[in-house]
């Protein structure tokens, strides 16, 4: 049984997501950089397998079970990208007004905006764990040229969801976490948790 688990990522946003989603289990979630973990290299073109290393690097480093997400903005016209480049799709720093330029920028004179997050996240309870437990989510959409919004992170404000009308940067975070993919992934983790208690 998990009591503690050490998140693989320094995204505050992230970090008190899964520590309020979490914590009802009785686990604790504390961020690699509070150990002083450096962030892993994502040298891999799949979002499963990059959660993996990033996690399977944090769990060596804590000596604790680690939870690592990957996620990323799926364009169809764009043939998925920025996919696990979403974050750095516009270059070092990572800056989430330059992705979401560059995107609107990529898809100018394009009619087909339709677009999906995509989250992968990945436990593992040891570094050399065998049987991660992976779970997945996505979250429909389409790709808006004007931002509407002042929630949210990344490319919130520019992803229409496909059932509300709404941005993920306009919608209450109650509303985003039900139909998100992070939230998507996150409840199916949950529920594996729960059944292994």
């Excluded at 049984?1 to 979490?22: D, P, Q, T």
């Excluded at 939870?67 to 903005?73: E, R, V």
């Excluded at 050399?128 to 429909?140: K, M």
Aim: one cysteine or more; proline letters at 6%.
């Amino acid at each position: 049984m998990i009591e503690r688990l050490v998140l693989a990522s320094n995204n505050e946003g992230k970090l008190r997501e899964f520590a309020r989603l979490l914590g009802p289990l009785g686990i604790e979630v504390v961020p690699q950089s509070a150990l002083g973990i450096p962030e892993a290299e994502e040298p891999h073109v799949t979002f499963v397998e990059n959660a993996l290393a990033k996690a399977r690097h944090a769990s060596a480093h804590a000596k604790l079970p680690a939870l690592a997400d990957d996620s990323g903005i799926v364009v169809n016209a764009l043939g998925g990208a920025p996919g696990v480049y979403s974050a750095r799709y516009a270059g070092e720093p990572k800056s989430d007004a330059r992705n979401n330029a560059k995107l609107i920028a990529a898809l100018a004179g394009i009619e087909d905006r339709r677009a999906h997050y995509y989250c992968v996240l990945a436990l593992v309870r040891h570094a050399d764990d065998p049987e991660p437990v992976i779970t997945d989510g996505r979250w429909h959409g389409r790709v808006i040229d004007a931002p509407r919004g002042d929630g949210g992170f990344g490319y919130d404000p520019h992803f229409e969801d496909v059932a509300s009308g709404l941005t993920g940067a306009e919608m209450p975070l109650a509303q985003k976490n039900a139909c998100s993919h992070r939230g998507i992934a996150m409840r199916a983790l949950i529920e594996r948790l729960r059944d292994e208690r």
